[in-house]
Each structure stands twice: as structure tokens, then as C-alpha cells.
């Protein structure tokens, strides 16, 4: 039989910077699980009693507390205090309901399921941060990364709505306290990965990451408390991991030797494009793809706007409350839509439907996923310049173009014609990009052709968004991505500057390309 883990492994997907793997559930229920690279030492205890243990092997670990949806579907059960939103962590689980979940987990998918040690939840919940906490040691923090008692309403919350830590787990401090393999004792060296030890069904086990009851000192990564294996309770739930198979570890050291050097070339390429283009910034740069074909870009400098629409606004959605955010970093940003022949010479082949008309060249290049829009950005930072997709808050910032107007040229959607292609007059077919009117920056086809993909994963609004213009990656549906601008197929009202749409990453389809940004200095 298959190994579900092994084929997943064999196609693990960028995800930003972490590699990551997900395993179905059922009824498109999927465990997300980030792979954590051996390290350490893990440092666990206080002052007055300091542990440490070194980190041998890799592991994969759960992004967020297994969910209560994610628990009936692999035991059947709802045992949870904290009802209504089956988002919301799992709670009154056991140690001994815990490791009978992972037994089955293993039995279905033929690898190791079990709780992580307190060494291993410790060194993933620091994340590489020597501080008390995931993010050091600014208490005043903590509020951006948990649910305690200073923000929770005495509640469980849904999974995944603060931010991850600089590894992409969320949650590591509080919402519910989790489940370890260790037996609660205190004192003691450890060298290895896990430190499982056997005892009576009912010894204390070890509970790390604080509740939604706890104080900002309770959830310090170093803070432990110990429970009977038997004991249910709503401040106790779990997060699971997952043993690399026999010698994946080998794999996994080649994949973070060639990560680093990933890295280090990404780097050297910024240095050198920003040391060319960005002292002072260009105001407009032309990058060069090979075989002849380039592409054109604009810088955009950093301000205000507001972000989303006012309801009084024609076709305005409970999505798009209004927002002032900043742009804080500058950036240059296509003037196009990436065409077929720009996709072509970056990638190799063409995806797109509309390939048989003369001037296919220049028409967008559509049927991409998000996730090969991304290996397209990627293979371009790795070889000339620091490219990538835009937040959707800094595509939406270069539509407006300093408009408030529903469209980047007023309200008016009688002259919606004269910048955009859209259902009212596309013969259902692109069109080769910047043949109409570009905005007041100079981009064009932000509103109609197709739609364009942006980084952020899906929120339903804008309720604890961050401040600022970077992607929205934190909480929100992790399976959808955002698409923004409207395509060929679409009507009016779907094309104003603040209309938003989600989709799955690896969805593709004839009305879905992008336009890639580089980062400034």
C-alpha cells in the first residue's frame, strides 16, 4: 500500500520558507504539519532549575492544536466544553485519549503519529528565540500571538487567528495548554529527540503553551505543569507529530543544506540588484527574462490609504470594511500582468487557454495556480532580482493609485470600458495587456482581464488585520489565497478596487494570472 506520508514528502510545497505537508482527514479535512529541523539545545525551566536537550532528529509537528472538527472526523467524538465553531482547539482530551488518537493516526497512514516531548515543544515553540517568549521579550506582545486571560472572554478560540511564530506554528502560547510524551518530573538532562517514558496509566504527564485562562508569564515556552494521563479537562488539548520515516533524515539534512543555500543566493542576488537599481530607487526598471523577452516595472513609495469600501459603495461586500493601512516599504511592481511569452521564458511552457490568436504573446498568461505563480517569483529571486507576490493590501494600494473612488478612475462605471476588459465586452477571451488606459501610476489592467494572485491566505475580513502592507499569512482559511482585479469574465461591480476574492492555491483556471512585485531597499 501507498505511504501517504512518503507521498507526501516526495511532493512537499513551499510554503513561504517552510516546507510543510498535509494529510486528509476526510470531507476535505485536511492536518497541516511544518517540518521542524533538529537543532537546539532546547532550553527548559528557570533560572533555578535550567534543562537542556538537544534536538537529534527532525520531526514533523501539527501548524495549529487539532481542532475539534479535525477530532470527531479521526475518533468520532465531541468531547469538547467549548462548542459552536469547530475551529475552535479540541479540549477535554486526555494524555491517554491523546496517544490512542496518534495509535490510530499511525495504524491509517503507516508512520509515526505521537506527542511531541517537552524538549522538542519547547525548542518549535521558541522558534530560535533565546526570550520567554516565541517573539523575546517584549510582554507587551503577546497579545499578537495568543489567546490568555487578557484577551480569551474566558473562551477557547479558533485556531490560527494570532500570528505563528518565525516557524509558522500558531498558537504555541495559549488557547489551550498541550499535551507532551514525558512524565512530569522536574530535573534532569536530555540528549535525544523524545523522551517517552513508560509508567502507570495514570502518572502525572507533562501540559506545555499555557490556556486561555493562563497570564502572559504562565505562557513562557519554558513554563510546564503536570496532569494524570486519565484527566479530562477544557484547558487541556493536543498537537501531534509525526517521526521522519527510517531515512528521511538524510533527505531532510540535504534539504536544509540546500535550503541555506537557497538563502544565501536569494541574498547575494538582492544585494547586487538593490546595490544596482535601488541608490537611489529607480523609478522604473526593466528586468530582463532571457531569449530576448523582458519585463517592465514601476516603483511605488511607501504612504496611507484606505483599504476596502464604505457601504455606501455600489456592490460593496461585509468583506470589505474600510481600513487605513500603511505601506511602509517601497516596491516596484509589473506594469503588467505577466503575458504568455514572459511565463514562457521564465518557465518553459505555457499553461494558458488562450494560445491560438496571433498576439497570444502578449495576452496575460492564465490557468495558473498560485502555488506555480509562486515557483515563478522563485526562480527569478533566485537568478536576478528579489521578486515575489504582492500583499493584497499593496495591490490594492498600486490599483487606487491614490483614488477612493470605487475604481482606480472614479465611480463612474460608464468608463469602466476604457481601462478594463471585462464580461460587458470580451467575447469571452483575454486580450493582450496595456492596450487600454493604465491608472494614475502608470499599471495597467488592474481592474479586469484576469484576476491576479496575492500572497495573503483568505481572511472574511479585516477584523485584527495588521497595521501595516505586509501579507496576511496568520489565522484565516489556510487553504484559500487571495485573488484580486476581476477578469474577462466578470461584471462590473466585481472589478472595483476593493472587491475581493478566494481560491484554493493549486486551483487553475483561464481567468487566473498575476503580476509579481520586487522588494526595494
Not at 120 to 129: I, L, M, P, Q, R
Not at 134 to 159: H, I, K, L
Request: charged share 25%.
Amino acid at each position: 500500500m501507498a505511504d501517504p506520508v512518503a507521498n507526501e514528502w516526495a511532493r512537499v510545497a513551499q510554503v513561504g520558507e517552510l516546507p510543510q505537508l498535509r494529510l486528509l482527514l476526510g470531507d476535505d479535512e485536511y492536518l497541516e504539519f511544518v517540518y521542524v529541523g533538529p537543532g537546539g539545545p532546547s532550553v527548559m525551566g528557570d533560572a533555578a532549575n535550567v534543562q537542556r536537550a538537544k534536538i537529534s532528529r527532525g520531526f514533523w509537528m501539527t501548524r495549529n492544536e487539532v481542532t475539534q472538527r479535525q477530532w470527531k472526523l479521526l475518533t468520532g467524538e465531541s468531547p469538547s466544553r467549548f462548542i459552536g465553531d469547530d475551529l475552535r482547539p479540541v479540549e477535554r482530551v486526555s494524555w491517554n485519549d491523546a496517544t490512542a488518537a496518534c495509535e490510530r493516526l499511525s495504524k491509517r497512514f503507516g508512520a509515526t503519529f505521537r506527542l511531541p516531548s517537552a524538549a522538542e515543544w519547547t525548542y518549535a515553540a521558541s522558534a530560535g528565540s533565546s526570550g520567554p517568549w516565541c517573539f523575546g521579550n517584549d510582554v507587551s506582545q503577546v497579545e499578537r500571538y495568543a489567546w490568555f486571560d487578557g484577551n480569551s472572554s474566558d473562551s477557547t478560540r479558533p485556531v490560527g487567528l494570532k500570528r505563528p511564530n518565525a516557524w509558522g506554528l500558531c498558537d504555541m502560547h495559549g488557547n489551550v495548554r498541550e499535551w507532551c510524551s514525558d512524565v512530569f518530573r522536574e530535573g534532569g538532562d536530555a540528549d535525544v529527540a523524545t523522551t517517552v517514558q513508560a509508567g502507570d496509566a495514570n502518572a502525572l504527564r507533562v501540559l506545555c503553551g499555557g490556556d486561555f485562562d493562563s497570564s502572559a508569564d504562565g505562557l513562557r515556552v519554558s513554563v510546564r505543569s503536570g496532569a494524570a494521563a486519565s484527566e479530562r479537562f477544557p484547558l487541556f488539548g493536543v498537537r501531534l507529530c509525526i517521526d521522519l520515516r527510517p531515512g528521511s533524515q538524510a533527505e531532510a539534512d540535504k534539504w536544509s543544506a540546500a535550503e541555506a543555500e537557497r538563502r544565501a543566493t536569494k541574498s547575494s542576488v538582492r544585494e547586487a540588484f538593490w546595490n544596482a537599481h535601488g541608490h537611489p530607487p529607480a523609478p522604473t526598471l526593466t528586468v530582463d527574462l532571457g531569449g530576448g523577452v523582458t519585463m517592465d516595472f514601476i516603483y511605488v513609495k511607501p504612504g496611507t490609504f484606505r483599504m476596502g469600501s464604505p457601504a455606501s459603495e455600489p456592490g460593496h461586500e461585509g468583506n470589505e470594511q474600510a481600513v487605513e493601512v500603511t505601506v511602509k516599504r517601497p516596491f516596484w511592481m509589473a506594469r503588467t500582468e505577466v503575458t504568455q511569452a514572459q511565463w514562457r521564458a521564465v518557465i518553459g511552457t505555457n499553461p494558458s487557454r488562450f494560445v491560438e490568436q496571433p498576439d497570444a504573446d502578449r495576452r496575460p498568461v492564465e490557468c495558473v495556480p498560485w502555488v506555480e505563480a509562486n515557483e515563478f517569483c522563485e526562480r527569478l529571486a533566485m537568478r536576478c532580482a528579489p521578486m515575489r507576490l504582492p500583499s493584497e493590501a499593496e495591490w490594492e494600494y498600486a490599483c487606487r493609485a491614490g483614488s477612493s473612488a470605487s475604481y482606480c478612475f472614479s465611480d463612474d462605471e460608464r468608463q469602466l470600458p476604457r481601462f478594463a476588459w471585462f464580461g460587458g465586452d470580451t467575447m469571452d477571451t483575454t486580450y493582450p495587456v496595456a492596450t487600454l488606459q493604465p491608472n494614475a501610476w502608470g499599471f495597467h489592467d488592474m481592474h479586469g482581464n484576469v484576476w491576479e494572485w496575492c500572497q495573503d491566505t483568505w481572511h472574511a475580513s479585516y477584523d485584527a488585520r495588521p497595521p501595516d502592507a505586509v501579507a496576511w499569512r496568520s489565522g484565516g482559511d489556510p487553504w484559500l489565497r487571495v485573488t484580486r482585479g476581476g477578469s474577462w469574465d466578470d461584471t462590473p461591480f466585481i472589478l472595483r478596487s476593493a472587491n475581493r476574492n478566494c481560491v484554493g492555491p493549486e486551483v487553475r483556471g483561464d481567468v487566473f494570472g498575476f503580476r509579481p512585485v520586487i522588494d526595494a531597499p
